[in-house]
């Protein structure tokens, strides 16, 4: 099982960035898949969730309105599209991904069974 994150950089505040989290090993359409980030000295934060099979989507009240999750079964990738980006944005993004806790408390990462090894978003001019 693994999960491969990646499409972080540096950007300008106001502009854009797609995260991927490329999954193998597993079936992402039937598992709950997480965006999290984590920014220097600070806590785990749960950014966003789709959901296994029906693919409800959950988002953080920080990022709503400007991040979008999404999944293409076909690639077994979940995306992250990350608009408007503003400094306080800036953290290591991971996607992770559980099956055992499926549809119990998405921003939770401790009920999360895999994750990826992240990728750097910074947002700075």
């Known amino acids: 099982v693994q999960l491969q994150a990646s499409g972080g950089g540096l950007v300008q505040p106001g502009g854009s960035l797609r995260l991927s989290c490329a999954a193998s090993?597993?079936?992402?359409?039937?598992?709950?898949i997480g965006w999290f980030r984590q920014a220097p000295g600070k806590e785990r934060e749960g950014v966003s969730c789709?959901?296994?099979?029906?693919?409800?989507?959950s988002v953080a009240d920080s990022v709503k309105g400007r991040f979008t999750i999404s999944r293409d079964n076909a690639k077994n990738t979940v995306y992250l599209q990350m608009t408007s980006l503003k400094p306080e944005d800036t953290a290591v993004y991971f996607c992770?991904?559980?099956?055992?806790?499926?549809?119990?408390?998405?921003?939770?990462?401790?009920?999360?069974?895999?994750w990826g090894q992240g990728t750097q978003v910074t947002v700075s001019s």
């Open positions: 090993g597993f079936t992402v359409m039937y598992n709950d």
């Open positions: 789709i959901s296994s099979l029906a693919g409800s989507t």
């Open positions: 992770a991904a559980r099956y055992r806790y499926r549809g119990s408390r998405w921003y939770d990462p401790k009920s999360y069974e895999y």
